[in-house]
């Protein structure tokens, strides 16, 4: 136990991540169902419908919570270095936060607008924990 201690920010953004899955998942189901559409049906894929934005929310965020969690695993693992490791995984959670806030408002343009900027500082984030991991286990 205590060669993760150092790790607890990490782990608790992995555990996050998943709760935003977790509270994505209920949400989608109620904007469908508000839009008129039954279990299991998916929205039309226009912007300018908060069921359509509030569903690929959930969708995206379930994409990505695999690779988060192998990333975090990975780094936690593979004994990196424990202020980076916290660092980025926290920084993946924050811009996931903000990507869901964005996406769901409908700030922005659909297309490489804020909420692809959000998405990407994550995805980078991921990207550098899987580099950091890589390193500390060669």
């Not at 994505?24 to 908060?50: C, T």
């Not at 959930?58 to 424990?82: C, R």
């Not at 994550?122 to 500390?136: E, F, K, N, Q, S």
Request: aromatic share 10%.
């Amino acid at each position: 136990m205590d060669a993760i201690t150092g790790y607890a920010h990490a782990i608790v953004s992995l555990a996050l991540f998943a709760v935003l899955a977790l509270a994505l998942n209920p949400w989608a189901g109620i904007a469908r169902g508000r839009a008129g559409l039954v279990p299991g049906q998916m929205p039309e894929p226009d912007y300018a419908s908060r069921a359509f934005r509030i569903t690929r929310s959930y969708q995206n965020t379930v994409e990505m919570t695999g690779v988060f969690a192998a990333v975090v695993a990975a780094a936690v693992l593979a004994g990196a270095n424990p202020f980076w490791v916290n660092l980025l995984a926290s920084l993946a959670l924050v811009s996931r936060i903000a990507m869901i806030f964005v996406h769901v408002q409908g700030i922005g343009k659909a297309n490489n607008g804020l909420r692809t900027i959000f998405f990407v500082a994550g995805w980078a984030m991921m990207l550098l924990l899987a580099l950091i991991a890589a390193v500390a286990a060669v």
